[in-house]
């Protein structure tokens, strides 16, 4: 039988107009200068600040609240090397032979192309994993059953949201980055067979030249609609 529902008091701060009005626009503010960056300072990163914007992801809601997320942090730079040169083996062979003219048109006015020299540059690199399914182990047998993880791709999509933005609050630079096809994450970081690569998250200070592509966000009445 399913276990029946436990709740406890909402933990809600309900805030005046003037202060919800001044959260919101402080919050915009920073969140609406976030970019991604490619150019970053040698500068260490706090680890504390890493885990806090992680803890903040893993908060994010999910489908039967499963949470199928793993978030990796790597540093070692010997790894990270493993990585870019992976990384770079398959955006040079999608650049060279699998994506259409209209998609390389697309990406054009970004300036990327399959050098990722970044994944090294950064002092952290995140890789966000999505658990496809669950493992529950049987305690008096040791048998594996698979469990069905509900809207994982959607879960771990808001989570990722949230991590990014986490970051931008904490005052770093990030870059989401998705060769295609990731399955080099898994083989290197030595995923369990439930696991697919995401998205993988340069985490740095942005070096004090960075320069961002000239592009514009579309307005917000082009986004929202009213009824």
């Not at 709740?7 to 919050?27: H, I, K, T, V, Y």
């Not at 192309?113 to 305690?139: L, M, Y």
């Not at 369990?192 to 004090?208: D, G």
């Amino acid at each position: 039988m399913p276990s029946k529902p436990i709740f406890e008091p909402l933990d809600f701060d309900r805030l005046s107009a003037a202060e919800q009005s001044r959260r919101a626009d402080a919050f915009a503010r920073r969140l609406l200068k976030r970019r991604s960056v490619r150019h970053f300072s040698r500068e260490p990163v706090p680890m504390k600040l890493i885990e806090n914007a992680i803890r903040i992801a893993g908060s994010a809601p999910s489908g039967a609240n499963q949470q199928p997320w793993t978030f990796v942090v790597i540093s070692d730079p010997a790894l990270k090397r493993e990585i870019r040169i992976a990384a770079e083996a398959e955006e040079k062979e999608s650049y060279e032979r699998r994506m259409s003219q209209e998609w390389l048109d697309a990406l054009a006015p970004l300036g990327t192309d399959w050098r990722k020299p970044h994944i090294e540059d950064a002092p952290c690199v995140i890789v966000v994993f999505r658990q496809a399914f669950g493992i529950r182990t049987d305690s008096e047998t040791g048998e594996e059953a698979r469990v069905l993880h509900y809207y994982s791709e959607e879960s771990v999509g808001i989570a990722v949201g949230f991590l990014l933005a986490a970051l931008q609050i904490s005052g770093l630079a990030t870059l989401t980055h998705t060769p295609s096809p990731m399955k080099f994450l898994s083989e290197i970081l030595d995923r369990p067979a439930n696991e697919r690569a995401f998205v993988l998250i340069p985490v740095r200070y942005p070096a004090a030249d960075a320069e961002v592509p000239a592009i514009k966000k579309k307005p917000l009445a082009e986004i929202m609609i009213r009824r």
